[in-house]
């Protein structure tokens, strides 16, 4: 802002200038112009005067050629018959200075012709030549420099007047268009560092007009909004970005700088917070966030992410990105910049380098997790979780990589080498006279590829008995924005016979209105609901809701996350009658996953059911 005061000073200043110079060239031309004009008046009234006494003096003379006239000392006239009269040291002068006397009456010469400087003096000469006479007159002129001196102090004076006149209208119109270029300037850098869809302040703004020291910057980030678009389009987007930037601005009001970084990620700016706890107040900005946008009818609660890089003026905005990306991993999705956090990053960005590499040489293993029977204690089933075997890091989860899958383009060819790895596990298990389903998740870009169902297609048509071992998994955070694309595929799937579920139910879109447009069977209803099930009202009673609406749409309901006992008899309480978790097992290798299948182990969780399960199993039983 001080630098917008100091270019409008300057500015105000320069016109001011300008004013004042046009004003005084203004003033002299108009007192060169005064002179001028004066000297032509003068001029002409001694002219005129000289003529009318040549046409007097002839009128005498046609009366009485012998009159005695005294003309003064500053005159003199000459007649062609030898009489002169007035001063004869004038005719002297004129003859000295070798001055040609000239025709009074000839109208295409300029009055100048007839005025002669001469000894410091001005002189006017006519002659005029009749048919009697050739009269010659000279005069000096003595009051005409009087007379033009007094027209140049008018004419002075009245420019001084001018002058200052202008001068003042020139101060106070340089102050109008200063003014009015201010606004000008205001109304431009307001549109240069805004950003036009969110009306925040851009990155423009943040790179030229504000200084980092001492400061601390925030980037939220909006990482479901890429699929709230693809699902609802543009223009649904905007609307997001829109409603988002009102409660994002009210911030404002805490001293937050807040703008818009790119796409979905906003910026904030703030004091230094190493004096305070930075996760405190990222909680609490998230939380002051937390609320739903409405857009179209859709409730859309988006998936904020916080990355805060303090204590460091270098690059401090590209480490915030890097924190809030790292955010996306957290359980609280709040993370502080760390130089371990861009090692992460760079790992990432090799692992991502290298995905193609580890499906060709089968570096990916398969692990299992069985599904568990409340009822009876028994494994019905069991989904294929995926771990990377490493050459250099060894076994990696899927946190690791599992969302760089998407984004380098492979998950087709990722997601049908993982089936291929259960088909042929399943077909070991066969072999021995083991029968058990597997799931295996797909991303839902997958279903909406033709390439990835004809190959399932084919896989069908040489082994048919995949439609009864193999069950596919979505996650329901992305299948719901991309239920446009991915119905078609779904149908595709369910007349092949293989069934699909909706794994992580309850964390995508609050309308469930694209439920009932899908085939599929089974809801897995999300960890974060079956983890605080025994304290939470609220999850509780979305839980029973739940399996309300699955035994009227004909789903099977199954709970994932189950890590205790008591969670499993609240579960068993309320209506749910599958369960997976680390309580019953951890995934495992295929060898372990058969001991738990073996028929001689499944006492094992029969005996560890409390009285009350035992006693409400065998109620069932009988």
């Given at each position: 802002?001080?630098?917008?005061?100091?270019?409008?000073?300057?500015?105000?200043?320069?016109?001011?200038?300008?004013?004042?110079?046009?004003?005084?060239?203004?003033?002299?031309?108009?007192?060169?112009?005064?002179?001028?004009?004066?000297?032509?008046?003068?001029?002409?009234?001694?002219?005129?005067?000289?003529?009318?006494?040549?046409?007097?003096?002839?009128?005498?003379?046609?009366?009485?050629?012998?009159?005695?006239?005294?003309?003064?000392?500053?005159?003199?006239?000459?007649?062609?018959?030898?009489?002169?009269?007035?001063?004869?040291?004038?005719?002297?002068?004129?003859?000295?200075?070798?001055?040609?006397?000239?025709?009074?009456?000839?109208?295409?010469?300029?009055?100048?012709?007839?005025?002669?400087?001469?000894?410091?003096?001005?002189?006017?000469?006519?002659?005029?030549?009749?048919?009697?006479?050739?009269?010659?007159?000279?005069?000096?002129?003595?009051?005409?420099?009087?007379?033009?001196?007094?027209?140049?102090?008018?004419?002075?004076?009245?420019?001084?007047?001018?002058?200052?006149?202008?001068?003042?209208?020139?101060?106070?119109?340089?102050?109008?268009?200063?003014?009015?270029?201010?606004?000008?300037?205001?109304?431009?850098?307001?549109?240069?560092?805004?950003?036009?869809?969110?009306?925040?302040?851009?990155?423009?703004?943040?790179?030229?007009?504000?200084?980092?020291?001492?400061?601390?910057?925030?980037?939220?980030?909006?990482?479901?909004?890429?699929?709230?678009?693809?699902?609802?389009?543009?223009?649904?987007?905007?609307?997001?970005?829109?409603?988002?930037?009102?409660?994002?601005?009210?911030?404002?009001?805490?001293?937050?700088?807040?703008?818009?970084?790119?796409?979905?990620?906003?910026?904030?700016?703030?004091?230094?917070?190493?004096?305070?706890?930075?996760?405190?107040?990222?909680?609490?900005?998230?939380?002051?966030?937390?609320?739903?946008?409405?857009?179209?009818?859709?409730?859309?609660?988006?998936?904020?992410?916080?990355?805060?890089?303090n204590g460091d003026n270098e690059g401090q905005l590209n480490k915030a990105v890097s924190a809030a990306r790292y955010a996306r991993k957290t359980p609280n999705n709040i993370a502080v910049y760390s130089e371990d956090i861009e090692f992460e990053a760079k790992k990432r960005l090799s692992y991502s380098s290298?995905?193609?590499?580890?499906?060709?040489?089968?570096?990916?293993?398969?692990?299992?997790?069985?599904?568990?029977?409340?009822?009876?204690?028994?494994?019905?089933?069991?989904?294929?979780?995926?771990?990377?075997?490493?050459?250099?890091?060894?076994?990696?989860?899927?946190?690791?990589?599992?969302?760089?899958?998407?984004?380098?383009?492979?998950?087709?060819?990722?997601?049908?080498?993982?089936?291929?790895?259960?088909?042929?596990?399943?077909?070991?298990?066969?072999?021995?006279?083991?029968?058990?389903?597997?799931?295996?998740?797909?991303?839902?870009?997958?279903?909406?590829?033709?390439?990835?169902?004809?190959?399932?297609?084919?896989?069908?048509?040489?082994?048919?008995?995949?439609?009864?071992?193999?069950?596919?998994?979505?996650?329901?955070?992305?299948?719901?924005?991309?239920?446009?694309?991915?119905?078609?595929?779904?149908?595709?799937?369910?007349?092949?016979?293989?069934?699909?579920?909706?794994?992580?139910?309850?964390?995508?879109?609050?309308?469930?209105?694209?439920?009932?447009?899908?085939?599929?069977?089974?809801?897995?209803?999300?960890?974060?609901?079956?983890?605080?099930?025994?304290?939470?009202?609220?999850?509780?009673?979305?839980?029973?809701?739940?399996?309300?609406?699955?035994?009227?749409?004909?789903?099977?309901?199954?709970?994932?996350?189950?890590?205790?006992?008591?969670?499993?008899?609240?579960?068993?309480?309320?209506?749910?009658?599958?369960?997976?978790?680390?309580?019953?097992?951890?995934?495992?290798?295929?060898?372990?996953?058969?001991?738990?299948?073996?028929?001689?182990?499944?006492?094992?969780?029969?005996?560890?059911?409390?009285?009350?399960?035992?006693?409400?199993?065998?109620?069932?039983?009988?």
């Amino acid at each position: 802002m001080s630098s917008l005061k100091s270019f409008n000073l300057k500015i105000r200043n320069k016109i001011l200038a300008c004013f004042i110079i046009i004003t005084v060239f203004i003033s002299i031309f108009f007192v060169i112009e005064g002179y001028l004009s004066a000297k032509k008046t003068a001029q002409a009234l001694e002219l005129k005067h000289a003529h009318d006494f040549i046409l007097f003096f002839e009128k005498i003379i046609d009366i009485d050629i012998g009159i005695d006239i005294d003309i003064g000392n500053d005159q003199y006239l000459y007649l062609s018959n030898g009489k002169e009269f007035g001063n004869s040291k004038l005719k002297k002068l004129v003859e000295f200075e070798g001055v040609s006397l000239t025709p009074h009456f000839d109208l295409s010469l300029a009055s100048e012709k007839y005025f002669h400087d001469m000894n410091g003096n001005t002189y006017i000469g006519l002659r005029h030549v009749n048919d009697k006479y050739d009269i010659q007159y000279i005069k000096k002129i003595n009051m005409f420099d009087r007379s033009l001196s007094q027209h140049i102090k008018r004419s002075l004076i009245t420019s001084l007047i001018v002058l200052w006149i202008c001068i003042w209208v020139s101060v106070y119109v340089a102050v109008i268009l200063a003014k009015f270029i201010n606004s000008v300037n205001k109304d431009r850098m307001l549109l240069a560092y805004t950003e036009k869809r969110t009306g925040l302040k851009n990155l423009t703004f943040l790179e030229q007009k504000t200084s980092l020291d001492g400061k601390d910057v925030i980037v939220i980030d909006m990482v479901d909004l890429s699929r709230f678009e693809e699902a609802f389009g543009a223009n649904s987007r905007d609307e997001v970005l829109a409603k988002f930037s009102d409660k994002v601005k009210k911030l404002e009001k805490k001293k937050y700088v807040v703008g818009h970084y790119e796409y979905s990620r906003f910026y904030l700016i703030c004091d230094s917070l190493l004096s305070i706890n930075a996760y405190d107040l990222a909680h609490d900005i998230l939380a002051e966030l937390d609320t739903a946008i409405y857009v179209s009818g859709i409730e859309f609660k988006p998936n904020l992410v916080l990355g805060i890089s303090n204590g460091d003026n270098e690059g401090q905005l590209n480490k915030a990105v890097s924190a809030a990306r790292y955010a996306r991993k957290t359980p609280n999705n709040i993370a502080v910049y760390s130089e371990d956090i861009e090692f992460e990053a760079k790992k990432r960005l090799s692992y991502s380098s290298e995905l193609t590499r580890a499906i060709e040489n089968s570096e990916f293993i398969t692990l299992y997790q069985p599904k568990i029977d409340l009822l009876t204690g028994t494994m019905i089933g069991a989904e294929c979780l995926v771990r990377w075997q490493h050459p250099r890091e060894g076994l990696l989860s899927p946190d690791k990589f599992i969302d760089l899958v998407p984004s380098s383009h492979i998950s087709n060819v990722f997601t049908l080498s993982l089936i291929h790895l259960v088909i042929k596990q399943v077909e070991e298990w066969k072999e021995a006279g083991i029968f058990i389903k597997v799931s295996v998740n797909v991303f839902p870009l997958d279903v909406a590829s033709n390439n990835f169902v004809c190959k399932l297609k084919e896989l069908a048509l040489n082994k048919p008995w995949i439609t009864d071992f193999l069950e596919l998994e979505l996650l329901e955070s992305e299948t719901s924005l991309r239920i446009n694309e991915i119905s078609s595929g779904l149908n595709e799937l369910k007349e092949m016979g293989i069934i699909c579920s909706i794994d992580d139910f309850g964390t995508g879109m609050s309308s469930l209105a694209y439920m009932k447009t899908i085939p599929i069977s089974i809801v897995k209803i999300d960890r974060t609901f079956i983890q605080d099930i025994l304290y939470s009202v609220e999850s509780e009673a979305i839980v029973k809701g739940v399996i309300s609406m699955a035994v009227d749409m004909r789903w099977t309901v199954i709970a994932e996350g189950v890590e205790s006992l008591d969670i499993s008899n609240k579960l068993m309480s309320i209506g749910i009658e599958i369960a997976q978790g680390f309580y019953y097992s951890k995934p495992v290798s295929s060898g372990d996953l058969l001991k738990i299948y073996d028929k001689e182990l499944k006492s094992k969780y029969l005996r560890e059911l409390d009285k009350y399960q035992q006693e409400y199993v065998n109620k069932l039983l009988v």
